[in-house]
């Protein structure tokens, strides 16, 4: 059977200048807002309307926007969130906390009672209980889970990480709040190597529950071994306790099926449990080096950038 081939066609393909490719490819790069258009973000047959209507082509295809933005893997339809650092000393606060990772304190290498924690806490923990039991999975069939639930409340599940060891405490709580966190911290600071050791820095963000100098005075105050440093504002991704709860996530609360909250303190304990009995320390590869070029890479788009840490 002879292969397929297209019908003789009259004419020759369009051509466009590279200009005009250059032209189509820019105003794929810029928000439709920025033109006056009432769209959020393009789509090709939108990007060839307006390539007519700014009259940088006569007559042009969505499939030919299309094929010319695929070249340079531009994807205006798409978009993913993320939040700008706006905190000024956001290079140093970062670099402390990457060198922390990397067992460094000012300079000098961490010794062995040195340890390094990584905590937070995840509220809003639903219990929700399914109005009809899961269906397990079957050949070509995923597990059916029903969509209608009834609410059973809420908790806070507080945890810290031990980034070097990969052991997790944690502990569930009505609720988030300076005196919950204070229990986590006394939970670990009671408990050996951590109430014996030199130094014992404690990785945290800027929430109400572990904000500012107050509560890194708290602490030392209670524990003179524990040291609480803070992230730059809006760099939870910076913590690694982050990574573990998005495990705990996955793994055991997800997709979320409890008879109360009872339920759901029990799974979590028991999810800890399993964890710290076959865990490693995460795989962390982001240094110094990789924040500097962040940051510059950020600044050539945006003077507001904060500022890379000196060479």
């Known amino acids: 059977m002879e292969g397929l081939r297209d019908l003789p066609r009259s004419g020759r393909p369009r051509t466009f200048p590279a200009e005009v490719v250059a032209e189509v490819k820019a105003l794929a790069c810029e928000l439709p807002a920025r ?4 769209l959020t973000r393009w789509t090709c047959p939108e990007l060839a309307r307006e390539v007519v209507t700014r009259g940088i082509a006569g007559a042009i295809s969505a499939s030919t926007v299309r094929r010319w933005l695929a070249d340079d893997a531009i994807k205006p339809w798409q978009y993913r969130s993320w939040i700008f650092p706006r905190d000024p000393y956001f290079a140093p606060k970062a670099a402390r906390v990457l060198d922390l990772y990397d067992r460094i304190f000012d300079g000098d290498p961490l010794g062995e009672d040195d340890f390094v924690l990584s905590a937070d806490e995840k509220p809003g923990v639903q219990a929700r209980q399914r109005k009809h039991p899961a269906l397990s999975p079957d050949a070509h069939r995923p597990m059916r889970v029903e969509s209608e639930y009834s609410r059973h ?33 006394e939970q670990v600071m009671t408990t050996e190597p951590y109430a014996s050791a030199r130094r014992v820095f404690w990785i945290v963000d800027s929430v109400a529950s ?14 003179p071994n524990a040291h ?7 760099a939870s991704w910076l913590n690694q306790v982050e990574i573990y709860f998005s495990v705990v996530q996955r793994k055991a609360l997800s997709p979320d099926d409890f008879r109360d909250l009872d339920e759901v303190t029990t799974r979590l304990r028991a999810f800890q449990d399993r964890y710290n009995a076959t865990a490693r320390p995460f795989d962390w590869t982001f240094t110094r080096s990789d924040l500097n070029e962040l940051l510059d890479r950020l600044g050539r788009h945006d003077p507001h950038t904060p500022r890379p840490l000196a060479a």
């Open 228 to 234: 609480m440093i803070h992230l730059p504002v809006h």
């Open 35 to 38: 033109a006056d258009v009432p």
């Open 153 to 185: 409340g809420t908790l806070a599940y507080f945890a810290a990480y031990d980034v070097h060891h990969a052991r997790v405490f944690g502990r569930c709580e009505p609720t988030t709040g300076i005196e919950p966190f204070g229990r986590l911290v």
């Open 210 to 223: 572990h904000r500012n100098w107050a509560a890194a005075k708290r602490m030392n105050d209670a524990y």
